[in-house]
């Protein structure tokens, strides 16, 4: 499986981003699929996933939407009311297996993207 992640950008705090996660090589439908940021200085943080349902960190719950669709093979990363904190590189990741409660490790995921950069400004 490989991942490609894309969408980033520059935007104003209180703007939108929507992120995608390509998957190539084979059909990702089954897999978890996972978002994590990561800023400078700063260790790597969960933000999303989705499996056959969805889970959220508290810093982006409200404001963020993770959604896939089959068809495209594509797990998308909507980004509403975007804050300077959440400036990072974002990275997806797939695991071909993970229970619910182990979206939000790192360390349980197989695949991973390349980082896209987003940049809020205040």
């Known amino acids: 499986v490989q991942l490609q992640a894309y969408g980033g950008g520059l935007v104003q705090a209180g703007g939108s981003l929507r992120l995608s996660c390509a998957g190539s090589?084979?059909?990702?439908?089954?897999?978890?699929v996972g978002w994590f940021r990561q800023a400078p200085g700063q260790e790597r943080e969960f933000v999303p996933a989705?499996?056959?349902?969805?889970r959220y960190s508290d810093s982006v719950r409200g404001r963020f939407t993770i959604s896939r669709d089959t068809a495209k093979n594509t797990v998308y990363l909507q980004m509403n009311n975007l804050k300077s904190e959440d400036t990072a590189v974002y990275y997806c990741?797939?695991?071909?297996?993970?229970?619910?409660?182990?979206?939000?490790?790192?360390?349980?995921?197989?695949?991973w993207g390349q980082g896209t950069q987003v940049t809020v400004s205040s």
């Open positions: 990741a797939a695991a071909s297996s993970l229970i619910w409660s182990t979206l939000s490790d790192d360390e349980k995921y197989e695949y």
């Open positions: 090589g084979r059909s990702i439908r089954s897999y978890a």
């Open positions: 989705i499996r056959s349902s969805t």
